[in-house]
């Protein structure tokens, strides 16, 4: 059974920090709070398992170029029988029971991940930072713009918390702006996902992007 929880936003000015007004938005969330770990992890070990590639291959003896020759004959040699110089006992010959491509893909509930976002955000509810203001119309590129920008919202690029930056939607020139910070990262809010927002030490996020979480997310 899920429950309404209220979350007041305070959104702040970019010119002198100051809170303009306030945004509620209404998360449901899960009565027991117990289960709350437990779908928050499912949720994670799902992401990380389907981000798996899955690329080691080795080739068997029939694959790997060569052999089709038998090296010698079969008696009156003095030497071990052999019938192709690609036999696994073989150097350069196949590899037995060695890896194989595989696909890494694990399912879940799309109503369990949307919880466990809205669990994570709620969780995070005091290390967010909401304004309506994060120099989206960039005419260039400007890393400096954006570290002076979070510098208003009290959040210091140069220690070693993450930031996760959630905008409504991404610019390239934001793109380029934040790419080259190691501990920031930027994403557009319909891409929620529980590795940003677990990793996250302060959340800085605009009010199209709350709005869109309402939307997406909170159903």
Known sequence: MNIEKQLIYSIRSYEDKKIKYKKEITLQLNKNDDHDMYIIH?????????????????????????????PWKQKGTGRARAGSIRSPLWKGGGIIFGPRTIKYKKKINKKEKKLALRIILYNKFKKT??????????????????????????????????ILIIVGKKTYNLYLSTRNLKNVELIAANHLNIVSLLKAENILMTTDALDIIQKIYND
């Open 42 to 70: 499912r949720a994670l070990i799902n992401q990380l398992y389907n981000c798996r590639q899955g690329n080691a291959h080795t080739k068997t003896r029939s694959e790997v170029k060569g052999g089709g020759k038998k």
């Open 129 to 162: 930072v909401v304004t309506d203001y994060i120099t989206n119309n960039l005419e260039k590129p400007s890393t400096k713009l954006i570290i002076s920008t979070l510098n208003n919202y009290n959040l210091n690029v140069n220690k070693q918390n993450n």
